[in-house]
């Protein structure tokens, strides 16, 4: 069984680092792509970049290329989105999710991530 | 601002039929790429409904079809049920920005 475990939620000043995880299982990681999706609260899904974990692979979206970085680590099948200093716009629900074909058929369940002064 | 457009909303009453358009350009959905559609229920994270234009999951009832044509999609919902009552996406691959791309979302109210 495919699953996608993500960490806990957080609440984080602005200015500080953080990294959240994206534990896999179920299926090979390293020759699937794994990506994540932002939705702030109340609006839409937004396509944040992918990683190919087998090369390291990462492609970001326009919006977020410098903003965040996505790794993984193959030894333990899980993905990674961090930041090296968080705003307040980054407040919202993070997905990682595992696309087959283009389409995101897995989807963790979401970590909230709160950035509040 | 979405690079794929969809109604910000649509209506329809217990048994009725509609339409969800998801409308792209050429450097994505008019370029040949396959259009998904999710389903994502109030608290929960997306579900997959429909993928590659017009196929669904195994589980996903047959009230749910999808269509393309030139830089358009479309979902439609047959049998309007209230659970049916969620918010809909789609979501594409762009050339242009070479990365996929979601419809900003069309809440469904039943």
């Known amino acids: 069984e495919v699953q996608l475990v993500q960490s806990g939620a957080e609440v984080k000043k602005p200015g500080e680092s953080l990294k959240i995880s994206c534990k896999t299982s179920?299926?090979?990681?390293?020759?699937?792509?794994i990506g994540w999706v932002r939705q702030v609260p109340g609006k839409g899904l937004e396509w944040m970049g992918v990683i190919y974990p087998s090369d390291s692979d990462v492609r970001y979206s326009p919006s977020f290329q410098g903003q965040v970085t996505i790794s993984a680590d193959k030894s333990i099948t899980t993905a990674y989105l961090q930041w090296s200093s968080l705003e307040a716009s980054d407040t919202a629900i993070y997905y990682c999710?595992?696309?087959?074909?283009?389409?995101?058929?897995?989807w963790g369940q979401g970590t909230l991530i709160t950035v509040s002064s | 601002q979405s690079v794929l457009t969809q109604p910000p909303s649509v209506s329809g009453a217990p048994g009725q039929r509609i339409i969800i358009s998801c409308t792209g350009s050429?450097?994505?959905?008019?370029?040949?790429?396959?259009v998904h559609w999710y389903q994502q229920l109030p608290g929960t994270a997306p579900k997959l409904l429909i993928y590659?234009?017009?196929h669904r999951p195994s589980g996903v009832p047959d009230r749910f079809s999808g269509s393309k044509s030139g830089t358009s999609a479309s979902l439609a919902i047959s049998g309007l049920r209230a659970e049916d009552e969620s918010d809909y996406y789609c979501?594409?691959?762009?050339?242009?920005?070479?990365?996929?791309?979601f419809g900003g979302g069309t809440k469904l109210t039943v």
């Open positions: 050429s450097s994505n959905i008019g370029a040949g790429y396959d």
């Open positions: 179920g299926y090979s990681f390293n020759t699937n792509w």
């Open positions: 979501q594409s691959y762009d050339t242009g920005l070479s990365v996929w791309v």
């Open positions: 999710a595992k696309p087959t074909n283009g389409a995101p058929d897995y």
């Open positions: 590659a234009n017009s």
